[in-house]
């Protein structure tokens, strides 16, 4: 009976709880949800892709003279985004010198496959699947021979 009181008492309070997805709440003004680019801004410095700790930045650069200015200069044709390995750190954001790479409002990521979290964007697709950053085996250091003695004269 108690506990039953207890529920009864809930019952009838003000709900403290959202009916989501129907009802979602605003985000905050600073808060870090799904990544985009403005490839049209975009001069594939590579930068975000070579910071990024989880390897989930990948580009495809070509040399194009995409301003027609006479001079071929790198161009992204191809970037992609693996949303299943963002941890939102925003490191990406805070090096590009450009600012066209940003946080939106979207924080709803969910698929069946691992591999439709990879959001493309420009002309070609990348393979999310390929390391953009494989780790490179250092070469064991040589070991110190000792000196050579000298000749007894
Ligand atoms: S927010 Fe962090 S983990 Fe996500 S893409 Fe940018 S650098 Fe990588
Ligand atoms: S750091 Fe910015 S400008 Fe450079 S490749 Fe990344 S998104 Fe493009």
Known sequence: MKGMGI????????????????????T??????????????????????????DHCISIEQEKRDADGSGKAKPYAVGFVIDDSRCMYCSLCVEVC??????????????AYNRLELA????????????????????????AKQAPKKEAAA
Do not use: W
Not at 7 to 26: A, G, I, M, N, S
Not at 28 to 50: N, P, W
Not at 119 to 142: C, L
């Open 119 to 142: 959001r493309q964007f420009g002309e070609r697709p990348v393979d999310p699947t390929i390391d953009p950053k494989p780790a490179v085996k250092k070469k064991p250091k040589a």
């Open 97 to 110: 010198p450009v600012n066209c790479i940003y946080h939106t409002e979207e924080f709803e990521a969910q």
């Open 7 to 26: 529920t009864l008492k809930h019952l009838f309070d003000k709900k403290v709880t959202r009916q989501y997805p129907e009802y979602k709440k605003e």
């Open 28 to 53: 905050f003004e600073r808060s870090r949800g799904l990544l985009t680019v403005d490839m049209d801004r975009c001069i594939a410095c590579l930068q975000c892709m070579r910071i990024c700790p």
